[in-house]
């Protein structure tokens, strides 16, 4: 987990160096707060975006005053922050991932788990929840080889309305529905 304060939203880290200018890939990147002339902070610095291209996938930028490839490669690995008031406002029904991660998955009152994280997958976005033993029905764990029970697999979410109830993230709940989510 980063350490970044509330007010700040987490963009990606510093990958490779991309060509010889300052320019990097970011890693785990939120295409949506890399935009040219957003402010971005990286390594205690913040300077604003003068290039993006490459794919949502994987973006490339680079920073102002970041202007060769030993600089850009100097940064590897640091996360790249955008402060909450220069991110884009989010429409009805759309949050940011670190807002999901940690929330307590229901399905009505039945604890289900802990979203882990948000995964993107190729036809939608879905929360990777980490069950609750008692979300499993006896005789449904796996046994590992002592014969002890483990924790039930990660379930995953589809970030549909058919699978997601609600959402509140002030109080930090989820209620999802099992049943349509054959778990």
């Known amino acids: 987990m980063s350490e970044h ?24 990147a939120r295409p949506r707060l890399l935009a040219v002339g957003t402010e ?47 991110a884009p406002v989010l429409g009805e029904g759309e949050w940011w991932a670190h807002e999901l991660e940690g929330c307590e998955v229901v399905d009505g009152e039945r604890p289900v788990g802990v979203v882990s ?33 483990s924790l039930p697999p990660p379930l995953l979410v589809p970030m549909v309305k058919d699978a997601i109830r609600s959402v509140d993230v002030s109080t930090g709940r989820i209620d999802v529905d099992v049943d349509f989510l054959g778990a």
């Open 40 to 86: 971005v902070t990286v390594a205690e610095t913040t300077a604003p975006i003068v290039r993006r291209a490459g794919t949502e996938q994987h973006p490339i930028v680079r920073l102002e005053g970041i202007t060769d490839r030993a600089a850009a490669e100097a940064l590897r690995g640091r996360e790249l922050t955008v402060d909450r008031v220069h």
């Open 5 to 28: 304060s509330s007010s700040e939203l987490p963009a990606g880290r510093v990958g490779r160096a991309h060509g010889l200018d300052g320019s990097f890939y970011v890693t785990g």
């Open 117 to 149: 994280r948000l995964i993107e997958l190729p036809s939608c976005e879905a929360l990777e929840v980490r069950r609750s033993p008692q979300s499993v029905p006896p005789g449904g764990r796996a046994k590992r080889g002592d014969a002890s029970p």
